[in-house]
């Protein structure tokens, strides 16, 4: 048994993908090139496009050069795989340390499978992964999330799930917050189990910077799928 401590993937080449109807996220019409670098599971991958990089984009949409994949509204399609190597550091239970090219032999590989046997890994993160998303890509997902029907219901339970565990929270830091009372949108990535991996504010306030320490602590329902993006507005209370 090893157990692995980190890993490095490298992309000597992005897939190319033919968009096939606007994609209005995107700002891409039909014929434009998306390149596709590192994928993240569960169909969510870094892309480039229109001189931007984003990062655990939903690639859903992609139909795949052999043609599996993408089973409905499907945008686009690769036409060219790239080269990629996942190489994982490693640790043996005898305590020897080495690096393995990442070839399907371990477990645990897919970062948004929503695998419970993996939720309790405490990896370290590589510097890229630490990257905080980008405010634009966040709100982006969390807007399209609304578009659903799932997307409604689940937005309605979060809320009211945040209103009953953080309405403390949110008084607590009124009085951190000093003369600063801007309210702010405060946008959570959930990963598949519903734990908050990731807090922005839109603006940055005080009472956001405060609260935000006490969210990423905490879980709320599951998703309806890994590396789900909700936004809460937090007002400063009376």
């Given at each position: 048994?090893?157990?692995?401590?980190?890993?490095?993937?490298?992309?000597?080449?992005?897939?190319?993908?033919?968009?096939?109807?606007?994609?209005?996220?995107?700002?891409?019409?039909?014929?434009d090139i998306?390149?596709?670098?590192?994928?993240?599971?569960?169909?969510?991958?870094?892309?480039?496009?229109?001189?931007?990089?984003?990062?655990?984009?939903?690639?859903?949409?992609?139909?795949?050069?052999?043609?599996?994949?993408?089973?409905?509204?499907?945008?686009?399609?690769?036409?060219?795989?790239?080269?990629?190597?996942?190489?994982?550091?490693?640790?043996?239970?005898?305590?020897?340390?080495?690096?393995?090219?990442?070839?399907?032999?371990?477990?645990?590989?897919?970062?948004?499978?929503?695998?419970?046997?993996?939720?309790?890994?405490?990896?370290?993160?590589?510097?890229?992964?630490?990257?905080?998303?980008?405010?634009?890509?966040?709100?982006?997902?969390?807007?399209?999330?609304?578009?659903?029907?799932?997307?409604?219901?689940?937005?309605?339970?979060?809320?009211?799930?945040?209103?009953?565990?953080?309405s403390d929270?949110?008084?607590?830091?009124?009085?951190?917050?000093?003369?600063?009372?801007?309210?702010?949108?405060?946008?959570?990535?959930?990963?598949?189990?519903?734990?908050?991996?990731?807090v922005l504010?839109?603006?940055?306030?005080?009472?956001?910077?405060?609260?935000?320490?006490?969210?990423?602590?905490?879980?709320?329902?599951?998703?309806?799928?890994?590396?789900?993006?909700?936004?809460?507005?937090?007002?400063?209370?009376?």
């Amino acid at each position: 048994m090893v157990t692995g401590l980190t890993g490095v993937h490298i992309t000597y080449e992005p897939d190319r993908v033919q968009v096939l109807q606007p994609l209005p996220g995107l700002r891409r019409q039909a014929g434009d090139i998306i390149l596709r670098y590192m994928y993240r599971g569960e169909g969510f991958a870094d892309i480039w496009a229109k001189g931007q990089r984003r990062r655990e984009y939903d690639c859903t949409l992609i139909t795949e050069k052999d043609n599996s994949g993408c089973l409905r509204d499907c945008a686009a399609k690769v036409i060219t795989e790239g080269r990629k190597d996942w190489w994982v550091r490693v640790k043996t239970k005898e305590g020897l340390i080495g690096w393995a090219k990442a070839e399907d032999q371990f477990d645990c590989m897919d970062s948004l499978g929503g695998d419970s046997k993996c939720d309790s890994l405490d990896s370290p993160l590589s510097p890229a992964d630490e990257t905080p998303t980008n405010i634009d890509d966040a709100r982006t997902q969390v807007e399209a999330n609304l578009r659903t029907p799932e997307g409604k219901a689940y937005d309605a339970r979060l809320g009211a799930e945040f209103t009953q565990k953080h309405s403390d929270t949110a008084r607590l830091c009124k009085k951190s917050a000093d003369d600063d009372t801007e309210n702010s949108w405060m946008l959570l990535k959930l990963g598949a189990n519903g734990k908050v991996t990731e807090v922005l504010l839109y603006p940055t306030t005080k009472l956001g910077a405060c609260a935000r320490e006490t969210l990423l602590r905490d879980s709320f329902s599951p998703p309806p799928r890994p590396a789900y993006w909700v936004g809460v507005y937090m007002k400063i209370p009376n």
